[in-house]
């Protein structure tokens, strides 16, 4: 990652930090990542060498400048869901900053109803949204992974009730390994190799 790029994220990481802090209502906080969770779904989209992502919950565009910045060196596009027209409008303009625009496809509306219209192989999916309606949408996904893939998502351990559901799922795919990293607020990975 360049170091325009990098700097602009340590901007929009100590905005989202003030701005959460001053902002009583929750639907209108950002909630980004933390920034070593980022560095760390960076990483692994990086190394994985993902073409196709798709992410759940865009908000200001924080975490998907990390990844969009992670897989266009190899050609790759993310897909990005928010139902929140504002906070997209933001994004569109932080991704457009950041020149990361041209390798990304923002939707906005209800990602459920969403991810049933798209069309696979994805290679990562990211969920960073409403944890309670990600094992619905992991549901839809599952035929839309590509043979080696990934999945991760974040709150795996800030928000134990509302990620149960999802956790459990992702435990019970045979097909995955799976391991909890106490990183940041905690991210799950699930991994999903070829079959020989």
Request: charged share 20%; with cysteine.
């Amino acid at each position: 990652m360049n170091t325009v790029i990098r700097a602009f994220l340590e901007e929009l990481a100590e905005h989202g930090r003030i701005h959460d802090a001053q902002e009583p209502v929750h639907s209108r906080k950002l909630l980004n990542l933390e920034p070593e969770t980022a560095e760390l779904v960076s990483i692994l989209a990086a190394s994985s060498g993902a073409k196709r992502v798709l992410e759940i919950g865009t908000s200001n565009g924080y975490s998907t400048i990390w990844l969009a910045a992670a897989i266009r060196p190899a050609g790759g596009r993310l897909i990005s869901i928010e139902r929140n027209p504002e906070k997209q409008m933001i994004a569109r303009d932080n991704l457009q900053k950041t020149g990361l625009l041209d390798c990304t496809d923002l939707r906005l509306g209800d990602a459920t109803e969403i991810v049933k219209t798209l069309a696979g192989p994805f290679e990562l999916v990211f969920f960073d949204a409403d944890r309670t309606s990600a094992p619905e949408q992991l549901t839809l996904l599952l035929p839309k992974l590509a043979p080696r893939s990934l999945i991760l998502a974040d709150n795996a351990l800030s928000h134990p009730d509302q990620i149960a559901g999802y956790l459990a799922m992702v435990k019970g795919l045979k097909q995955f390994q799976h391991v909890l990293v106490p990183v940041g607020k905690g991210l799950s990975v699930a991994f999903q190799a070829a079959s020989d």
